[in-house]
Structure formats: structure tokens, C-alpha cells
């Protein structure tokens, strides 16, 4: 069993970044295909962002709402990913959580909750205006 635990999340002002993690706890455990995703009070939870990576090739995606304001990437040397969060906006404020596929293929990065097996228990991010 892989468990993945988030870290980084805070209080911010609007404008303000942050780095949130997520690591893996088995150190032979690497996943290629690995996201982000947030939930906000009363409200589904979404996908902020997603990395495939392998051997030449790194493909990411971004929800509009973050596209350029938000970076997804992976050291998996330290079995870890990230998200840079930079301009932050109150409307930025949820639990975020981490996940990860249990079989990466074809490159692409998965977009939804049901393409995930592995999920963290979350980190709160929290923006004031």
C-alpha cells in the first residue's frame, strides 16, 4: 500500500505563493502520472493540475482557473511532487489534495478523480483578500 502525504499549505495574503508536497511513502514506489486537486467548502472537488512523465517527455495539465499562475512537477528521485502556487487569490481557498495512478500509460495526464487510486489526506491553503 502507497501512502501519499501533502505539506506546504497556509495562510497567505492575496498575491502571495506557496509550495505544497506530496511524497510517497514507499521508497520504491514511483508514479509518472500524479495530480492535484482542491476542494473549497460546499463545493465538488476539482482538478487543479496533473504531470505524466517518462523517459523524454514530461506532459502537464492546468484547470483555466490556475493556467499560469500554478506549476505541477516531479522529483522522482525523492519520490515527491509539487505544486508551485504563485498569485494567489481568495478564490484559491480549499483543501488540496494529491494523488496518483496506479498504472501510468500513454502519456497524458488524467484530468479526473476516477482515473486516481492513491489520495492524501489533504492540505489547507486559506487566502485573505
Known amino acids: 500500500q502507497v501512502q501519499l502525504a501533502e505539506s506546504g499549505g497556509g495562510s497567505v495574503q492575496a498575491g502571495g505563493s506557496l509550495r505544497l508536497s506530496c511524497a510517497a511513502s514507499?521508497?520504491?514506489?514511483?508514479?509518472?502520472?500524479m495530480g492535484w486537486f482542491r476542494q473549497a467548502p460546499g463545493k465538488e472537488r476539482e482538478g487543479v493540475a496533473a504531470i505524466a512523465a517518462g523517459k523524454g517527455y514530461t506532459n502537464t495539465y492546468y484547470a483555466d482557473s490556475v493556467k499560469g499562475r500554478f506549476t505541477i512537477s516531479q522529483d522522482n528521485a525523492k519520490n515527491t511532487m509539487y505544486l508551485q502556487m504563485n498569485s494567489l487569490k481568495p478564490d484559491d481557498t480549499a483543501m488540496y489534495y494529491c494523488a496518483a495512478v496506479r498504472a501510468c500509460g500513454g502519456g497524458y495526464p488524467r484530468r479526473y478523480e476516477y482515473e486516481y487510486y492513491y489520495w492524501g489526506q489533504g492540505t489547507q491553503v486559506t487566502v485573505a483578500s
Open positions: 514507499r521508497a520504491d514506489y514511483s508514479s509518472n502520472c
